[in-house]
């Protein structure tokens, strides 16, 4: 089982973009998921994270400026990004909890999608 974002790019400051983590393979269930990002020569951060039942939070500083969705069905998060900065600048990673068939809990985690904040 991996997880996959996708989504980043070069975006003009103020602007919008959205951000895709899907997972594939031999899934039994998808618990937490969540998006942390990480700036150089900064530590990684928590974004947002989102519960299997939807239930959803925000770190502080793009608090207010994300959205974090989910789709079961499609085992698939979402990061709506609105009003974007420069120092919003980072590589955005998807984190997921997966619980396997036999019950055991294993962590996810993609390779991350780069987000360029022009000013």
């Known amino acids: 089982v991996q997880v996959v974002e996708s989504g980043g790019g070069l975006v003009q400051a103020g602007g919008p973009l959205r951000l895709s983590c899907a997972a594939s393979?031999?899934?039994?269930?998808?618990?937490?998921m969540a998006w942390s990002r990480q700036a150089p020569g900064n530590e990684r951060e928590l974004v947002a994270i989102?519960?299997?039942?939807?239930?959803?939070n925000y770190g502080g500083s793009m608090s207010g400026r994300v959205t974090i969705s989910r789709d079961n069905a499609k085992n698939t998060m979402y990061l709506q990004m609105d009003n974007l900065k420069p120092e919003d600048t980072a590589v955005y990673y998807c984190?997921?909890?997966?619980?396997?068939?036999?019950?055991?809990?294993?962590?996810?985690w993609g390779q991350g999608t780069q987000v360029t904040v022009s000013s």
């Open positions: 989102i519960s299997a039942s939807g239930i959803t």
């Open positions: 393979g031999s899934i039994g269930s998808i618990s937490n």
């Open positions: 984190h997921a909890r997966h619980i396997t068939g036999g019950g055991r809990r294993v962590e996810l």
